[in-house]
């Protein structure tokens, strides 16, 4: 089991939900190419191409894998890197963080608390009031307004 924090606009309820756990085959049946690729083995997708910059509607991004809400529309800023940026996520619950050394150099990897999916990467200049910038894979997201929440 593992603690998720459950957005909704009237209430914010922390609710218990079993740890999500596929293999690397029943994934791939279940994204496309690209979120399987970003998702699952830690990929990017090219700056630039993600369509949520054109999204401005009050709603919550969840994960594409497992549907757990992950970042509050009012959360995202453009940070002018080509990837969506977000200051605070919905609930520190909702997500884990380790360590990066990918590049060469350290970063902290954001990742589904619920799934393990890789989400991107999260930096100490972002904004205030959390000078956080958690750059985010838009293909590791989904995106579902307010209104059908």
């Known amino acids: 089991m593992t603690t998720v924090r459950i957005y909704d606009a009237a209430k914010d309820e922390v609710i218990e939900v079993d740890k999500i756990e596929k293999s690397d085959a029943e994934w791939e049946k279940l994204l496309t190419k690209e979120q399987h690729e970003i998702t699952t ?3 990017t997708e090219t700056p630039g191409t993600c369509l949520f910059e054109q999204v401005h509607e009050a709603g919550v991004f969840r994960c594409i ?3 757990t809400d992950l970042f ?4 995202k800023f453009d940070s002018g890197t080509g990837w969506p940026s977000y ?3 919905v609930s520190q619950l909702n997500l884990a963080e380790q360590p990066d050394l990918s590049l060469g150099r350290v970063r902290t990897e954001v990742l589904c608390a619920r799934c393990d999916a890789h989400l991107g990467h999260v930096f ?3 904004p205030p009031p959390t000078g956080k910038r958690y750059c985010i894979n838009g293909l590791a997201l989904k995106f579902v307004p307010e209104t059908k929440l």
């Open 65 to 67: 894998r497992c549907d």
């Open 87 to 89: 200051n605070e996520p």
């Open 124 to 126: 100490d200049d972002g």
């Open 41 to 43: 083995r830690k990929g």
């Open 72 to 75: 509050r529309s009012a959360t």
